[in-house]
């Protein structure tokens, strides 16, 4: 009687894995309008743009690569809540009307970018694990931060500048 109960929970799970599958939505990105990008506003050298979509873009921007697992609940629900609050901390699809907007603002996105990066708390961890690509040397930590730092000094205002030196 055990056994035919669990055997039971056991295909009546297999069956409603298939029809979440099946019914899953595959999920859509808002149009990207390329004026927005950063590229529109910044320089952006090709091994940091790679950088970039390689292991930011999934979550921080409109072109994310849904996996097959977004289709299927409750794993939908977490991808879905988790591109939401990433895209609304920080969206590269719409740097210029974001936060490159305001020069502050900006400063503050690329360097906690660099902080978050090196420290290794971007790209997520389970991110992370389950796209092996996303995974960056020092090397490549060192290198996007040189950037960030750098782009960031574009926005400093220029009277800080003139203090600073
Ligand atoms: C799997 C999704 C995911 C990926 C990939 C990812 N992030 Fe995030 N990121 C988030 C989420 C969710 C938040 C907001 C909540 C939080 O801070 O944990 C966030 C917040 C941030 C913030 C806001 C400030 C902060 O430190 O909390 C920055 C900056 C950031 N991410 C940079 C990056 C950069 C740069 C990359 C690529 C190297 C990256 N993220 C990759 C999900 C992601």
Redesign the pocket.
């Known amino acids: 009687m055990k056994r035919t109960t669990a055997g039971l929970v056991c295909a009546g799970s297999v069956v409603m894995v298939a029809a979440a599958f099946a019914f899953g939505q595959p999920r859509n990105n808002p149009p990207v309008d390329p004026q927005h990008s950063i590229e529109v506003a910044q320089q952006v050298p090709a091994d940091v743009g790679r950088?970039?979509s390689r292991?930011?873009m999934?979550?921080?921007s409109y072109e994310t690569r849904w996996p097959w697992y977004a289709r299927i609940a409750p794993m939908s629900l977490l991808v879905e809540r988790?591109?939401e609050?990433?895209r609304?901390?920080?969206n590269f699809s719409e740097w210029t009307v974001g936060a490159g907007k305001r020069p502050g603002t900006a400063l503050g996105?690329l360097m906690?970018?660099c902080?978050?990066?090196q420290s290794g708390?971007?790209?997520?961890r389970?991110?992370r694990m389950l796209h092996k690509d996303?995974h960056?040397s020092a090397a490549e930590k060192t290198a996007?931060c040189s950037w960030a730092t750098d782009t960031a000094t574009h926005y400093r205002r220029p009277s800080t500048v003139a203090r600073a030196h």
Do not use: E, G, I
Not at 121 to 124: E, G
């Open positions: 950088m970039l292991a930011c999934d979550c921080h988790d591109v609050r990433s609304r901390a920080l996105a906690a970018s902080v978050a990066v708390r971007m790209p997520l389970p991110y996303a960056l996007f």
